[in-house]
């Protein structure tokens, strides 16, 4: 018998793990583009939904703050004045800002 395979015989739950880790790698290489966008798409979805939600749909904050909750951690600041609303989570941070009646939310670009 050759001793990979009495490897496998001996230990089957650590074989198991084995597999699946090597699995598991496989898996963040080929979605390392859309695990590397995660980040900013979810600070960017808490700030125009929030904002959306707020001054378009004009919604109380309460409501609109519930509504955008999610699982990530994340902080929302929302800045009345200038309709104006900053979202962070996972290290990235995301602005939106009221446009007008005619075009709603928009994300602004990140400043360098």
Known sequence: MSNRRAFILRRPFTSLLLLLL????????QYRV????????TSAYTAKEYCSCRY???NPEEYCRAYVKQYVPSTLIDE???KRVIASGLGRV???AWQGPL???RL???SP
């Open 80 to 82: 009345p004045q200038q």
């Open 94 to 96: 995301s602005i939106a």
């Open 22 to 29: 090597v699995a598991l790698a496989v898996l963040i290489f």
């Open 103 to 105: 075009e709603g939310c």
């Open 108 to 110: 602004l670009p990140e």
């Open 34 to 41: 859309a695990l590397q966008a995660f980040p900013t798409i």
């Open 56 to 58: 378009v749909v004009n």
